[in-house]
């Protein structure tokens, strides 16, 4: 078992539509939990980060973060064809330490 | 603007030629990681240094990979011999790793590996 388990998809959303992607882990010691989004033949990018748990909010997006169930979630609302892309799950222990990715789930948008 | 830089950004080449990657990580940034990316297994680490000391190879085929980091502006990646199964997309990616930072990387374009 991998210590970040991502569903890859393909996920295929009308333009509009609310999307929940979501990462489960083994690893009880991981603190930091990132959501990076890489577009076709680019590197990964930092869309939200959380320190521990909770929620965190910016503009359409919401990071959800819930320790005791080692489960996170990234919400789109109102999607965009823009948004079509791989989102890829991250989390360390610390800052110190390398983040760990889950595999990626790619979202498609449709107009 | 600051980025990380990798080239080459594509790589077509027979199997047991020798592969060497190059990275210019963001200026100011101590740690550099060097990630592999398969549809398979997702983004692997392979190796990582800070302040350009080797942290952790061990996601490394030893015996025909090797990182180093002659200055701090320069990071590589070499395979010698390479081989089909090494075809992926490699990235650099550089930080600012220390425990009150949240560890955020930045990402380079990534290099385009094919092995033939």
């Known amino acids: 078992q991998k210590e970040v388990e991502q569903d890859p998809g393909p996920l295929s959303v009308p333009e509009g539509a609310i999307v929940s992607l979501n990462c489960t882990y083994s690893?009880?010691?991981?603190?930091?939990f990132m959501w990076y989004r890489q577009y076709s033949r680019k590197g990964p990018e930092l869309l939200m980060y959380?320190?521990?748990?909770g929620n965190k909010e910016d503009g359409r997006f919401t990071a959800q973060v819930d320790k005791s169930s080692k489960y996170i979630s990234l919400f789109i609302r109102d999607s965009q064809p823009s948004d079509s892309a791989t989102y890829l799950c991250?989390?360390?222990?610390?800052?110190?330490?390398?983040?760990?990715f889950g595999k990626g789930t790619r979202l498609s948008v449709i107009a | 603007d600051a980025r990380v830089t990798q080239t080459p950004r594509d790589k077509v080449t027979e199997m047991g030629q020798e592969v060497t990657m190059r990275c210019q990580p963001i200026?100011?940034?101590?740690?550099v990681f060097w990630y592999r990316q398969t549809m398979m297994q997702g983004l692997e680490l392979l190796a990582y240094?800070?302040?350009?000391?080797?942290?952790?190879d061990s996601g490394m085929p030893k015996d025909r990979f090797s990182a180093e980091m002659p200055d701090a502006t320069l990071a590589t990646l070499k395979i010698q011999p390479s081989e089909p199964r090494d075809s992926a997309v490699y990235f650099c990616a550089s930080g600012l790793g220390s425990q009150t930072n949240t560890g955020e990387l930045f990402f380079g374009e990534g290099s385009r590996l094919t092995v033939l």
């Open positions: 200026l100011g940034h101590n740690t």
């Open positions: 690893n009880s010691a991981f603190q930091y």
């Open positions: 240094f800070r302040n350009r000391a080797p942290l952790d």
């Open positions: 991250a989390m360390s222990k610390s800052g110190n330490t390398p983040l760990v």
């Open positions: 959380t320190y521990s748990s």
